[in-house]
DNA sequence: TATGCAACTGCAATCCCTTGCATCTATGAT
DNA sequence: ATCATAGATGCAAGGGATTGCAGTTGCATA
């Protein structure tokens, strides 16, 4: 469980600066109560400080993603969708046929991620990933 | 080893038309040598009938995915790519830092594919995927 | 061969996201 | 406290992809 304060404090570490802008933003995702999309953190961002632009929300994103404080999920809905780190690595399944979700433990990629690391030496990426298909009841 | 002719005559089986635009689009994927983009089809396709518009080259691709006679791709860097389903499933792995693609056998993802329909009931629908991390040389 | 109509296309507007650039500001040094 | 500067922001333009709609066309039927 990382504090906000512990993650601003990671971003000077690192040469970033902690900006009002940032500092809403990421406030925006850490209270979020499910994964949420740019647009929406930039409305809730505006409620505060109306002048922030929404560029300034999608490269706070990328930084967040590259210090890996924060996943980016495309849930194939044609916009992309963010979640704290501090909820847990995790992974969804995507029925394409009825819409419904269903959450999956970060472990069933594990022994993908092994082989990989195995057979090709690539060591995998897979933080926060959907997985489209049909789910049972669909079937 | 489907041919063009009869992915015809599945088109007109499933009561979709077979067009110009769409016998051009096809085309241009099936002859592609590597994975294609829209906006490279577009031009092939320019070259013999420039009145065509890039939101047929997007809805008739969109068509052919449905159809499961092509697949789609992201590899990262900002345009999907394209497939013709002819040439195989597969998958690859993309390195974040050196930018390399290494190609992958369909089978990698086969126990992921199995343990997902035991634990879940789950058919996951994985055709064309591309892996980010890190290779072998850049770790 | 001519007709009717649902399927398809082109066009323009729009959506999500990124980028270049001029301006501004957080921060460390003086 | 002031200054210098690299990092960050706002703005506007642009890129890839999608969508609504009016007009066109493939094709089944007679
Ligand atoms: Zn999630
Ligand atoms: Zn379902
Ligand atoms: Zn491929
Ligand atoms: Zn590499």
Redesign the interface.
Same mark, same amino acid.
């Given at each position: 469980m990382v504090k906000t304060g512990e993650i601003l404090s990671k971003l000077t570490a690192q040469g970033y600066r902690i900006t009002p802008q940032r500092i809403m933003i990421l406030d925006a995702v850490e209270n979020a109560d499910d994964h949420i999309s740019a647009e929406e953190i930039f409305t809730l961002v505006c409620l505060q400080y109306p002048n922030v632009n929404i560029s300034t929300v999608y490269r706070t994103l990328e930084l967040l993603k590259q210090l890996e404080l924060v996943t980016e999920t495309d849930f194939g809905d044609g916009r992309v969708r963010y979640h704290s780190i501090k909820k847990g690595h995790h992974h969804h +399944?995507v029925? @394409?046929k009825c819409g419904g979700i269903?959450d999956?433990e970060e472990s *069933? #990629?594990t022994?993908?991620r092994e082989? +990989?690391l195995k @057979?090709?030496?690539?060591?995998?990426?897979?933080h926060h990933l959907a *997985? #489209?298909?049909?789910?049972?009841k669909c079937?």
């Open positions: +399944l029925c @394409q269903i999956m *069933i #990629f022994p993908l082989s +990989l @057979q090709y030496g690539f060591d995998a990426d897979i *997985i #489209f298909g049909t789910c049972k079937r």
